[in-house]
């Protein structure tokens, strides 16, 4: 087990702190230094960090499993190979931050700023980033299966190695974004935008075509045109 630290614990002159349990009160007052720390094996599990300033600090493969950071001011961190299933991020602020080989399945990025925000080899099924602020946010090899992501912008996006499938993707704009390995079957696609969108490298299992205009002017294989059209009880010979 972790040893704990608590808020009048010698702090080592580098800011970095290996295998250590750290709760709200530990993490505020090494805030206080005004420096970026770096956490590594660290446990914040179930830690409450709401509203804590927190710019450019370094999480690595750190447990933070059903922490709260709701409101906290998260500018240019890094976090790298942590576990935080269940996580609570409503509202606060990750822009400029890198999310590298993290677990945050069933987290919530609600009304998050991830402006410039990027996300790499990630697992995010079940998370919802409903109402977040997205500007130059990027995915990649990252799963959203069961995801909530209405209405983010993927224009211009290469997308690739991203599982959105059942996600929810209702209103999200893929204007000439370019699908490799990806999979969007049987995902909400209601009121998407796909002009100029390369969809060859997209498994498109399970769309129904309700609004064939949706898909006007994107480019699909004769493979997924003959896979949409058996989705409308038509055969193709």
């Known amino acids: ?8 614990t010698q702090i080592p002159p580098a800011n970095i702190l290996e295998n250590r349990a750290l709760d709200r009160s530990a993490v505020e007052h090494l805030s206080k230094s005004g420096l970026p720390h770096k956490l590594v094996d660290c446990v914040l599990e179930e830690a409450d960090l709401s509203r804590l300033t927190l710019d450019g600090w370094v999480f690595e493969s750190c447990n933070v499993k059903q922490g709260k950071f709701t409101g906290a001011k998260l500018n240019s961190t890094l976090w790298s190979s942590c576990k935080g299933g269940l996580a609570d991020f409503t509202g606060c602020d990750l822009s400029e931050s890198r999310i ?4 945050f399945n069933n987290s919530t990025f609600r009304g998050t700023t991830l402006t410039g925000a990027q996300f790499d080899r990630c697992k995010l ?5 409903s109402e977040a602020k997205t500007l130059n946010l990027t995915f990649s090899e990252t799963r959203l299966a069961d995801a909530r992501l209405p209405g983010l912008s993927f224009r211009k996006s290469r997308l690739n190695g991203l599982d959105f499938q059942m996600a929810d993707l209702k209103k999200c704009d893929f204007h000439d974004a370019i699908f490799q390995d990806c999979s969007l079957r049987d995902a909400n696609l209601a009121d998407c935008r796909f002009e100029g969108a390369d969809l060859r490298g997209a498994d498109l299992g399970g769309i129904r075509l309700l609004n064939a205009k949706q898909f006007k002017g994107a480019t699909i294989s004769r493979d997924q045109a003959g896979q949409l059209l058996a989705e409308l009880g038509l055969k193709v010979r």
């Open 125 to 129: 099924t079940g998370a919802n980033l």
């Open 1 to 8: 087990m972790a040893p704990s630290l608590s808020s009048d």
């Open 100 to 103: 590298e080989g993290c677990d």
